[in-house]
């Protein structure tokens, strides 16, 4: 049925119709996964607007820096943020959440169990709907001994089903990470890395070879190398893509020509996501819709495609 309404929902451009149908999201950043709109409007109504281009990760942190995380002060901040991405995603059809859920929130609460139990508690109000398996993440830029602190307690926690490592992609001391991976993959964590978002494949091969990662949040870069597509495919590593947000931040100029065919076509299994909806403004549903009209995707394959965030 799903396979239906959801070819029909392309065909027409029906964003209703596409947001009844069952999709994933398994690249979600929970800190920014509700709209504008509702985030301005808990934040008293004066947050800037997101940038409608920005350069590369360093204008998001710009953005972020000056306007969203200022706001985020209190345990209750971060109920809001992991709450309203869970609506937000079930709002748009989203049947299984993977939103990275940053380790060093447990700042804000006096006991690390009040936040373990505010993440189970959202988990439990919304069973009925949502699949929503809480990834824990970190910036590259983690200190050593928040590694230990923050992270260790996290993955002990037995509440996170992924771990998740992104920022300034130039840095590339993955080895500092083997152990935290290793030890994350012994407590049963499925193993993500951001990596191949701006640069090339020569980065990608080491945080495979290095992390022994199971699935790429982006990893578009890989393109640049056959043998490195090769490695993917072979070792059956998922690709999760996020096409608004490649766009805006530039790291993809022409959409017409989006790496994620030239993956798809190899054979590589991928998935579409929304990366931070807040500011890119655009769900899953409508990143579909986009693709296909773009011409880079026909219906059977955004339906395979589709089916890969789903398992
Ligand atoms: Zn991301």
Redesign the pocket.
């Known amino acids: 049925m799903d396979d239906v309404l959801f070819k029909e929902a392309l065909r027409d451009g029906d964003l209703l119709k596409m947001r009844k149908v069952s999709k994933g999201d398994v ?1 979600n ?1 929970c800190g920014l996964g509700m709209r504008f709109s509702t985030f301005n409007k808990w934040a008293g109504g004066n947050v800037k607007e997101p940038p409608k281009k920005m350069n590369g990760l360093e204008g998001l942190d710009n953005y972020i820096f000056n306007e969203t995380i200022q706001f985020i002060k209190t345990g209750e901040g971060i109920e809001f943020l992991i709450e309203e991405t869970v609506k937000e995603a079930i709002s748009d059809g989203v049947k299984i959440l993977e939103p990275s859920i940053d380790c060093s929130f447990t700042r804000f609460y006096s006991k690390n169990k009040e936040f373990f139990d505010t993440i189970l508690k959202i988990q439990d109000k919304y069973k009925n709907s949502i699949q929503f398996k809480p990834e824990v993440g970190m910036p590259k830029t983690i200190s050593n001994e928040d590694l230990e602190n923050l992270l260790i307690p996290c993955i002990d926690s037995g509440v996170f089903k992924s771990i998740d490592l ?1 920022g300034d992609e130039t840095r590339e001391d993955f080895e500092r990470f083997k152990e935290y991976y290793k030890y994350a993959k012994e407590k049963g964590l499925k193993l993500k890395v ?1 990596v191949g978002e701006f640069l090339g494949a020569v980065n990608v091969k080491k945080a495979i070879e290095i992390l022994e990662i199971d699935e790429i ?1 982006h990893g578009i870069g890989s393109i640049s190398s056959d043998y490195v597509m090769d490695m993917i495919k072979e070792r059956n590593i998922r690709l999760n893509i ?1 096409p608004s947000s490649n766009f805006i931040l530039g790291a993809v100029s022409d959409m017409s020509n989006h790496p994620a065919r030239k993956l798809f076509k190899k054979g590589i299994r991928i998935t579409i996501n929304t ?1 931070d909806l807040l500011l890119f403004d655009s769900g899953v549903s409508q990143e579909y819709i986009w693709l296909y009209e773009l011409g880079l995707f026909d219906g059977d394959e955004l339906n395979e495609i589709r089916k890969n965030s789903l398992i």
Request: aromatic share 14%; net charge negative; charged share 15%.
């Open positions: 690249h950043h992104y951001h949040q996020c990366d």
